[in-house]
């Protein structure tokens, strides 16, 4: 059985949520091929992949939204990219689908969430299952009537399919397929590297992880500084100069190279950062507090912040309090209205997976 899984190349947050559900559906069946077909950062994908043995296919399939950083989005930008990627699908499609013939295997599509995904099924005649929290047309639908083609087309796609895995915080999603609702989608925590251990554990000071994406926002170091009681921990930066300036801080620690945000979490106490999904997820899961920038321009944000409000303890800030360094780390949190989720999405999702190939698949 080979599992094609099409990527979103929008974020990072599509893969994360994968690699957690793959790596079930690895543990309930070994011996299928796992494939994951994304332009996703290759060092990303081999760091939430690792030890779990897939194949990695450097494909773009879709657009989703080209921001100007982590909160801001460039709808102009994003139009001219999508037709772009419209000549391209063709050859694309051709490509893989001979790739896939070739493997001499019974196929199953997993889309999250392009909307080609289904004309990539259809040319295989393999069932395709989406996963997801929004669809292309539920972002594109508020940007007016410059995308009402590409709300249309990604409608029709959509509404192909033999399951809909429906994330938490998710948008409408109108596709008229059978669903399964799951809760939070997370990873489990790997274990550190002893001396990096010792590192967080060496002195009282509050742990807060900060990340915002695979875009990043460039936040200025010397704003660390207004908070010498605590330790932040962060993602090395590419820049080399901004990972030297970062590195002299005091109460800067950059994760090692080989170590997910995921992994510190169970030393933190706080996260800073953006409205994602699977930072929430894995924040939620872990009982972190979450301290949310506001983002605009984004359909998304809303309902995460809402899933935010309902279902974590938190505090909201205004992208001016980010910039000037008012975080509120000193502050209590704000309870959450309706409790905590579970967090067994992944382990729910891999068993959908496997009904549907051994229902399905193995009787064409």
């Avoid at 989720?341 to 064409?364: F, H, N, P, W, Y």
Wanted: glycine fraction near 6%; aromatic fraction near 8%.
């Amino acid at each position: 059985m080979l599992i094609y899984v099409c990527i979103s190349s929008h974020g990072f947050g599509h893969a994360a949520r994968q690699a957690a559900m793959l790596r079930e559906l690895h543990a309930l069946c070994p011996d299928w091929t796992l494939v994951i077909s994304t332009m996703v950062d290759r060092c990303f994908l081999e760091l939430v992949f690792r030890d779990l043995p897939v194949v990695l296919r450097p494909v773009q399939w879709d657009v989703g939204m080209l921001q100007a950083d982590a909160l801001g989005a460039d709808p102009a930008a994003t139009l001219k990219a999508l037709q772009d990627l419209e000549d391209a699908l063709p050859q694309r499609l051709d490509q893989e689908v001979a790739w896939i013939s070739n493997q001499e295997t019974p196929v199953l599509v997993i889309g999250d969430i392009p909307p080609v995904a289904a004309e990539l099924a259809e040319r295989l005649q393999a069932p395709l299952v989406w996963m997801g929290n929004f669809g292309w047309d539920d972002i594109y639908t508020p940007l007016g009537s410059a995308f009402e083609g590409w709300v249309r087309r990604a409608q029709e796609c959509y509404q192909r399919g033999s399951l809909l895995l429906r994330c938490p915080f998710s948008l409408a999603m109108n596709w008229h397929l059978r669903e399964i609702s799951l809760t939070l989608v997370a990873a489990e925590p790997r274990s550190l590297p002893a001396a990096f251990e010792a590192e967080l554990q060496k002195d009282s000071f509050p742990n807060v992880l900060v990340g915002f994406g695979g875009l990043g926002l460039g936040l200025e170091p010397s704003l660390f500084t207004r908070w010498p009681d605590h330790r932040f921990l962060l993602n090395r930066p590419r820049n080399p100069d901004l990972r030297k300036h970062l590195a002299l801080i005091n109460n800067v620690t950059l994760l090692p190279d080989d170590v997910r945000p995921l992994d510190v979490m169970p030393y933190c106490r706080r996260h800073l950062g953006k409205p994602g999904f699977s930072s929430f997820c894995e924040a939620m899961a872990a009982d972190l507090g979450l301290h949310v920038v506001e983002r605009q321009g984004f359909a998304e944000a809303e309902t995460l912040m809402e899933g935010l409000r309902q279902h974590a303890s938190h505090r909201i800030l205004r992208r001016e309090e980010l910039e000037s360094g008012c975080w509120g780390l000193d502050q209590p949190l704000q309870p959450p209205t309706h409790g905590r989720l579970a967090s067994t999405g992944a382990i729910e999702a891999a068993k959908a997976v496997k009904r549907v190939a051994i229902d399905t698949v193995q009787r064409i």
